[in-house]
């Protein structure tokens, strides 16, 4: 299940061509491709950089004049396409917090 307190994360046999804003995703394990448009591209960008998809979130919603309902399903139903085809992984968000130690 995807939660924006997932990161995400490309497969390590995913290979990523950007040209022109735009970016190819190949699996090369199932030979299935995706191209993404300007706007995907940035989602993807954004959601595999940042430490939570909720970060990613946040700054689609500061970059884009768009409803918050609308983006949150817009960005979920990419990253579900993406992580269906092999193309994307998600797992917990990492603990940022200090761990005490002693």
């Known amino acids: 299940?995807?939660?924006?307190?997932?990161?995400?994360?490309?497969?390590?046999?995913?290979?990523v061509r950007l040209l022109d804003n735009e970016a190819v995703l190949l699996n090369l394990t199932s030979e299935r491709y995706f191209g993404l448009d300007q706007t995907g591209t940035r989602m993807w960008q954004l959601a595999t950089a940042a430490p939570s998809i909720e970060v990613a979130y946040q700054q689609l919603l500061a970059e884009y004049d768009v409803a918050p309902e609308q983006l949150l399903e817009h960005l979920n139903e990419l990253l579900t396409t993406l992580v269906e085809n092999g193309l994307l992984e998600v797992a917990p968000a990492e603990d940022t917090a200090a761990t005490p130690t002693g």
């Open 1 to 15: 299940m995807l939660t924006l307190s997932n990161r995400a994360q490309v497969p390590s046999h995913v290979l």
